[in-house]
């Protein structure tokens, strides 16, 4: 007696057995996934304008930088210039000035007020009750809604001349000192009030890195007699490294941009010399005197050094096995 498979030969049976193989997925035409995916392009829809809008249109604006650019003539009507601009620009002493006073507050928040939501972080991670961790966030997070103005109003009444700090410095015998006056203090002051400020908000994308670490790897570490530090140091640290390098090279995009308002408000207090930075130098040249085109040279300035920073960034991480703001297009 011979089974079916006998009685069709050896021969078929080798010819039918690749179709029993599953075949490789056909890629769907780009109308065809552009349909499908419907809803969530149209979810996308008011961000892409957004980004459209502010951010690549005004992009068209830097060609003032090489313009004699007058907005009462227009974009089609100014003279251009070429690079003139920029020669005026590099032959402005106040602009180094500027370029000095950025660099320097962006070295300070750098060191000191970027490694500060990780620690925050990281001590709320630590908090066993769920209320107490909840309360806390909830407190750290309010003074980012905050506006400048108050914020700079507080600082100018507990450390200002009149304020409660050099009340009680001279209180103890000790000389009155203020702060916000004091043009050598200005970045640390800047920082400190950014890190009041921003701290607790800067926490939320760490926090999200906290609770994405598998819990086996504590276990794991604790059974291995890990105590808490080496478990942090070998199992946190790493589980939210990614994240922190991928901030640090965004950071690095706006290295050359401090924040106009905060600047803004406290500039006169210390001088010129002192709390000017490109933002403001962008503002009181354009805007106020009228310089348009130097302007927005230095605007192209700050914007191509940005892109060329997170690019630069973004490749060292790539060479030290990182995976930065993108993947390595060459693994």
């Not at 928040?109 to 490694?115: A, H, K």
Request: glycine share 10%; aromatic share 12%.
């Amino acid at each position: 007696m011979t089974t079916p498979l006998q009685a069709v030969g050896p021969g078929t049976a080798s010819r039918t057995k690749p179709e029993t193989s599953s075949a490789a997925p056909r890629r769907l035409p780009l109308w065809k996934r552009l349909w499908r995916d419907r809803v969530m392009l149209m979810l996308t829809l008011p961000g892409l304008v957004y980004f459209l809008v502010f951010h690549y249109v005004p992009l068209f604006g830097y060609v003032a930088a090489f313009q004699d650019y007058q907005p009462y003539i227009g974009f089609l009507d100014s003279q251009w210039v070429g690079l003139q601009n920029f020669a005026t620009m590099l032959g402005d002493p106040r602009f180094w000035d500027a370029v000095g006073n950025t660099l320097r507050i962006t070295l300070t928040q750098l060191v000191l007020f970027f490694p500060a939501p990780i620690a925050l972080a990281l001590l709320l991670n630590s908090v066993i009750s769920e209320k107490v961790r909840r309360f806390v966030q909830s407190v750290v997070y309010l003074p980012h809604f905050i506006g400048w103005v108050i914020i700079v109003s507080i600082f100018q009444q507990v450390i200002g001349g009149a304020g409660v700090l050099p009340d009680f410095l001279e209180s103890v015998g000790l000389p009155r000192y203020d702060m916000m006056t004091d043009p050598d203090a200005f970045p640390l002051l800047v920082t400190l009030q950014v890190i009041w400020k921003d701290c607790g908000w800067g926490t939320i994308i760490f926090l999200a890195a906290l609770l994405s670490i598998n819990p086996e790897l504590y276990e794991a570490a604790a059974m291995d007699g890990a105590g808490r530090w080496r478990r942090l140091w070998h199992v946190t640290l790493p589980g939210i490294t990614p994240i922190i390098i991928l901030l640090l090279i965004l950071n690095l995009g706006s290295i050359l941009s401090v924040g106009f308002e905060q600047i803004l408000l406290q500039r006169d207090a210390v001088g010129p010399e002192s709390g000017e930075v490109l933002d403001t130098f962008v503002y009181f040249n354009g805007v106020q005197d009228g310089q348009w085109g130097p302007a927005a040279a230095v605007g192209l300035v700050k914007a191509v050094v940005g892109a060329a920073l997170v690019l630069g960034a973004n490749k060292v991480a790539h060479l030290l096995g990182h995976e930065g703001v993108y993947r390595n297009a060459s693994k």
